[in-house]
């Protein structure tokens, strides 16, 4: 839509305008960061003090719109908003001041009930020179909160730090990201790599290496192998990732001499997306290129894990597809139900395991009333099993870039846990995935 904006010459006491807005989330949240919050029957609340910035950019926007300045108010507040209220907002000119160029416009907002939530004047200088603003919708400001690596942290920092062979951290990231990991009390590191690198990249840094133990390589495969070493002779309880390709170090993990356990190692993604308020695990989107049904057992499993060990005492697990019913000409569909029955069974357990569901029915519950699907998970997932590498990579990379997630990377299966991070990743993604990390050595360690 296109709202013109209104000069002060145009502008008349009695003139009108009306608008309504409905309440979300992140609105909501908004307020509440304004002006404090209640809960009632767990449901957030805040006090309309907290909208006045709704109310007046209505002034500033729609009327008199582009190019007006808030000069001041009196406004009051008398009640409380709540996520879902329609609230209804009238300005009316009261009066005009040429000396100064300002009008006062009285503000009235009320809530679907025709409560009056907030009143009062707001004095205004309308804009001077004619423009357009263009709406194809009303703007909506969204919040992104971030909390689940916080408490990730704050578990794992209590803990003893985990002796960590850290292979070729020969870049900033991949170093300080280990360092940082160190200072928070996260691991002990033991930097796997060519010596005079590492010490190059640390000086030019600013970064202090004092007392901490280097094993010198050539280069990143005498790094991968020599770091899986120190992890299958007890010196090191986890291994983490620094600047070198993935297959590098897998192959020194799965060699006949490395660090296999005896199932399918598989990477667990732990997400942190503002949008869905708590954590969601998503596997396996770096190892497992197109995994059969005896590996997507092992995938599961190893996420289910993971998810007690972040908490989550009994998961919710959507194996996704494109499409929420067994279909014989997707392998996908299939495997997902074949998973499901496998649960029923006892071959999968601590979970509670649905598919297939296609994304949007795993975690809204509103699309998967739509599509009348009745079930334990949609709408709720805890943790996504994607049907193949390609579909995994694309999922958490459109979750990190378009929905502003947080991701920590991880791989389970093997005799310790691994931090598997992109060469991309910034050093707050290294250290989350440390802090998942120290938590499931620490769990293995207990077992």
């Known amino acids: 839509m296109t709202q013109e904006n209104i000069l002060f010459d145009d502008i008349q006491p009695g003139m009108r305008y009306t608008r309504t807005h409905v309440v979300k989330p992140g609105d909501l949240t908004l307020f509440a960061l304004i002006a404090g919050s209640r809960e009632i029957a767990g449901k957030l609340q805040a006090p309309a003090i907290g909208a006045f910035s709704l109310l007046s950019s209505t002034a ?15 406004m009051q507040s008398f009640g409380w908003i709540r ?16 000396a100064s160029r300002q009008v006062v416009v009285d503000c009235r907002c009320e809530n679907q009930d025709g409560e009056v939530i907030a009143s009062g004047p707001i004095t205004l200088i309308p804009p001077t020179v004619k423009r357009e603003n263009r709406f194809d919708e009303p703007p909506q400001l969204t919040l992104r909160q971030y909390h689940v690596f916080s408490n990730l942290r704050a578990r794992a920092a209590k803990l003893p730090p985990v002796p960590t062979a850290v292979a070729h951290p020969t870049d900033e990231a991949s170093l300080r990201g280990a360092l940082e990991a160190y200072e928070a009390g996260l691991i002990t590191p ?37 770091a899986v070493a120190l992890c299958r002779n007890g ?73 007690h060990v972040l908490g989550i005492e009994r998961p919710k697990v959507a194996l996704l597809s494109a499409v929420e019913t067994v279909y014989d000409k997707m392998p996908s569909t299939l495997d997902a139900a074949l998973l ?54 694309m999922l958490a990379k459109l979750m990190i870039y378009f929905a502003g997630a947080e991701a920590a990377g991880i791989v389970l299966g093997a005799r310790v846990p691994i931090v598997l991070t992109s060469r991309a ?23």
């Open 235 to 307: 010196e090191a309880e986890a291994l983490m990732k620094g600047k070198l390709h993935t297959d590098e170090l897998m192959r020194a993990v799965m060699a006949k001499e490395g660090l296999r356990a005896g199932k399918r190692v598989s990477h667990v993604y732990v997400m942190d997306v503002p949008a869905y308020g708590r954590p969601l695990l998503v596997s396996d989107v770096a190892i497992n290129i197109a995994p059969d049904l005896g590996a997507k057992v092992d995938i599961t499993q190893n996420a289910i894990n993971l998810a």
């Open 83 to 98: 996520d879902g209220d329609t609230l209804s907002i009238a300005l009316t000119v009261q009066e005009k001041d040429p």
């Open 60 to 74: 500033t926007n729609f009327f008199p719109g582009n190019g007006s300045i808030l000069a001041g108010h009196s």
């Open 340 to 393: 499901c029955k496998m649960a029923d069974r006892g071959q999968i357990t601590g979970g509670v395991l649905d598919g297939p569901l296609a994304f949007d029915n795993a975690v809204s519950k509103t699309a998967a009333q739509a599509k009348g699907i009745e079930s334990p998970v949609a709408g709720e997932a805890d943790v996504l099993i994607v049907p193949d590498i390609e579909a995994g990579n």
């Open 190 to 226: 033991i930097l796997v790599g060519p010596e005079a690198k590492i010490r190059a990249v640390a000086d030019h840094e600013g970064l202090d290496l004092a007392g901490l133990r280097i094993v010198d390589t050539e280069h990143s495969v005498a790094s991968a192998e020599a």
């Open 425 to 447: 990743d910034d050093v707050k993604s290294r250290l989350a995935s440390a802090a998942v990390m120290a938590l499931v050595a620490h769990a293995k360690g207990s077992h």
